[in-house]
């Protein structure tokens, strides 16, 4: 390893003073250049609804430049939407994500598998809908229910939220599943 230059070094005077630990960068900012593309697809993924580039660069803590050309590659990749020319407006693509999460279902697990989470979610999804005794999560008002029921605003909020979430799940596996057996069914055809 090369000594560095007679600039670099400490003179007598800077090395009888311990260092001046605040004035270093900290780790976090150091590895934060090398996760650029993830900061992006972080607040890409944080989206709940349209943005421009500059309120993407501000989630993700970078330039605009910078956000303009990762939306871009984004776009081209079908992990966001443009929704509008001027100004530039994106949106989160969830059929791209939700494809995304079937594919790695099907990776990760096993078709026997897939059915067991499916069975357990479909369960979960049965016993909410039997609590609310309605069809849906959206139809529950959650503060009507809570006074209904004395429940704290904050369960009943919990439940709703874990029935949607139930149900999500029980869609992403059914695709997950029949997706399985479509690709099962052409690889069956074409051997």
Not at 52 to 79: C, K, N
Not at 159 to 184: F, Q
Request: proline share 4%; glycine share 4%.
């Amino acid at each position: 390893m090369e000594e560095p230059g007679s600039e670099l070094l400490a003179d007598a005077e800077e090395r009888s003073k311990s260092p001046d630990f605040d004035a270093l960068v900290s780790p976090e900012e150091l590895v934060r250049g090398e996760r650029t593309r993830d900061d992006f697809f972080d607040a890409v993924l944080g989206l709940t609804s349209p943005a421009t580039a500059s309120e993407v660069a501000d989630l993700a803590g970078h330039g605009v430049d910078a956000a303009r050309e990762y939306l871009e590659w984004f776009e081209r990749m079908g992990i966001v939407r443009q929704i509008t020319e001027s100004p530039a407006t994106y949106e989160r693509n969830q059929s791209y994500l939700n494809w995304r999460r079937i594919q790695t279902l099907q990776d990760k697990y096993s078709p026997a598998e897939l059915v067991e989470f499916l069975k357990a979610e479909t369960v979960r999804a049965e016993d909410l809908a039997e609590k609310f005794d309605v069809a849906s999560p959206d139809a529950v008002s959650i503060s009507q229910h809570a006074v209904a029921t004395t429940q704290p605003i904050e369960a009943v909020w919990e439940d709703v939220s874990a029935w949607k979430t139930a149900r999500r799940r029980v869609v992403l596996l059914e695709r997950a599943l029949a997706t399985e057996s479509i690709d099962a069914a052409d690889q069956r055809t074409t051997v």
